[in-house]
Nanobody
Framework: QVQLVESGGGLVQAGGSLRLSCAASGFVFSSWAMGWFRQAPGKEREFVAAISRGSRVIDYADSVKGRFTISRDNAKNTVYLQMNSLKPDDTAVYYC???????????????WGQGTQVTVSS
């Protein structure tokens, strides 16, 4: 059974940093692209970042480029999202997802975690 479990969310002041983790199980992690998405209250889920199986291809939403870094450790079946210079607009529930390719659309991802809340205060 595919399972994705996010952790590392919390409350942080603007300008601060958080590191999200997503632990995967139930599938061959190294064979799947991984992505992070987020959903703020009253808004649609949006793409944040994605990374290919071997970390050679990485993509970011324009809104997080230069501030967020996605990485993965295939030996630990874990994908990370390092978030620096956080802004109040980054407040959302963050989800990790497993998919077939690096893509900026949720339809390319088949399995989803339950999400972790990130709140950035001004």
């Amino acid at each position: 059974q595919v399972q994705l479990v996010e952790s590392g969310g919390g409350l942080v002041q603007a300008g601060g940093s958080l590191r999200l983790s997503c632990a995967a199980s139930g599938f061959v992690f190294s064979s799947w692209a991984m992505g992070w998405f987020r959903q703020a209250p009253g808004k649609e889920r949006e793409f944040v970042a994605a990374i290919s199986r071997g970390s050679r291809v990485i993509d970011y939403a324009d809104s997080v480029k230069g501030r967020f870094t996605i990485s993965r450790d295939n030996a630990k079946n874990t994908v990370y999202l390092q978030m620096n210079s956080l802004k109040p607009d980054d407040t959302a529930v963050y989800y990790c997802a497993a998919g077939r390719a690096v893509a900026g659309t949720s339809s390319a991802f088949d399995s989803w975690g339950q999400g972790t809340q990130v709140t950035v205060s001004s």
